[in-house]
């Protein structure tokens, strides 16, 4: 399902998705995304925005024993996200419209 | 995996101590490969110019800082001294070109007010380290804390006895001063050496090393002017005083200053960063 703007995909924005609903570690984020959004993350690149969005406070750690460290979205994270969520509908919905009107595409 | 490992070895420590782990685990579960090590790579750049603030541990930064800002202060200081024997106490001062003499009083005033502020700043951390050391009795620790006395000491003698030795009415050799030169390194180095391996051990923090770290953001900015008063007067003596030996070719005095700038840009940079963890609040 990637496609070609799939490298301007915003990593922090799906990192902070696939932790809306249920705490997760990193192996198991790279799934999610994979599966629900069609976005490869690479190792360097989850784990350079798991440290981005953990110093702003927007994810944090759970304590493990094991070395696959989980991570849930906090308050100020689910914030963002469902901020960022609505301005990509607004972006989506004229999107489709005018997209509609120009070439007649109904959409998926 | 050694790729992997290989790529996490290029990230600040601070971020591999906390991150390290759980990618290793990351690309096991994901079968990793060549992909996995390029990025990586790619992202372990941006980790060393955007530091992460929670990750930023400041009395570690501190001890740090100190210990490589206090070898390379040695060095700088070395080679200072290297500059002072071999211009400034032969008197190489040509006429009409004063600048060359206002070098020589600059370096003598700032690598004296260098060594005080840095000496005084770090007085009242080396004597915690050292009553530590001493309660818990741990001798390596105290032996590291008195290199700084022991080994210019062992120096000095070593020279007193070698000028003795291998001396004449007009000094030594060449051959014995480029061992003296050289011994006189190895004893900076492992002077500065000792109180470094100290805090690494010891790992103190508080308001001495914080005062420590402050005094040696100072001690780099004072011996910072040094350096440029090693830098004019050697490039003075290059332009025009070619009749004084070793100055009729530029090729050692481009060594030598490409040396001294090195130690100055090390000592500097790192002090800063010690000085700014030490002020800056959390």
């Known amino acids: 399902m990637t496609d070609r703007l799939d490298r301007w995909a915003d990593p922090p924005l799906l990192v902070l998705a696939s932790l809306a609903d249920e705490p997760k ?14 976005v ?18 927007l994810i944090e750690p759970l304590e493990s024993d094991d070395r696959r460290r989980p991570y849930r979205i906090t308050m ?3 914030e963002a996200l469902a901020q960022q969520s609505e301005r990509m509908s607004k972006v989506a919905s004229v999107a489709r419209e005018r997209l509609s009107t120009r070439l007649g595409w109904a959409g998926a | 995996m050694t790729g992997v490992r290989a790529a996490l070895a290029l990230y600040p420590p601070s971020w591999r101590a906390r ?20 990025s990586l790579v790619w992202r372990a750049l941006p980790a060393w110019f955007w530091p992460q603030r929670h990750l930023h541990d400041r009395p570690a930064r501190m001890r740090a800082s100190l210990g490589t800002a206090l070898m390379s202060w ?3 200081a070395g080679l200072g001294l290297v500059f002072a024997q071999l211009t400034q106490l032969q008197a190489l001062a040509p006429p009409g070109h004063p600048q060359i003499r206002w070098a020589y009083a600059v370096f003598d005033l700032t690598l004296a007010a260098s060594a005080l502020i840095a000496g005084l700043g770090g007085l009242l951390l080396w004597l915690l380290m050292l009553r530590r050391a001493r309660r818990e009795q741990r001798i390596r620790d105290t032996v590291y804390l008195f290199l700084p006395v022991i ?11 070698t000028v003795r030795l291998a001396g004449s009415v007009s000094g030594v050799s060449q051959g014995w001063f480029s061992v003296i030169t050289l011994a006189g390194f190895a004893a900076a180095a492992t002077a500065a050496a000792g109180p470094g391996l100290a805090l690494r051990r010891l790992q103190p923090r508080g308001p001495a090393l ?5 005094a040696a953001g100072v001690s780099a900015a004072v011996m910072a002017v040094a350096t440029v008063a090693i830098v004019v007067a050697v490039t003075s003596l290059n332009l025009w005083a070619r009749q004084f030996p070793g100055y009729h070719d530029g090729t050692l005095s481009g060594i030598y200053l490409a040396l001294v700038v090195t130690a100055a840009t090390v000592t500097t940079v790192s002090a800063a960063r010690g000085t ?6 959390p």
């Open chain 2, 74 to 76: 040695s060095m700088l």
């Open chain 1, 40 to 57: 490869r993350l690479s190792a360097g690149t989850l784990y350079a925005v798991i440290a981005r969005l953990e110093a702003r406070g």
């Open chain 2, 210 to 214: 914080r005062l420590a770290a402050t």
């Open chain 2, 19 to 38: 991150y390290g782990d759980e990618v290793l685990a990351l690309v096991e579960d994901s079968g990793g490969g060549p992909a996995a090590v390029a």
């Open chain 1, 25 to 38: 570690h990193g192996y198991a984020i790279t799934q999610d995304v994979a599966e629900t959004m069609g």
């Open chain 2, 151 to 161: 080994a210019p000491a062992a120096y000095l003698a070593g020279l007193i006895v």
């Open chain 1, 76 to 78: 100020a994270g689910a």
């Open chain 2, 276 to 281: 700014r963890a030490a002020l800056v609040q």
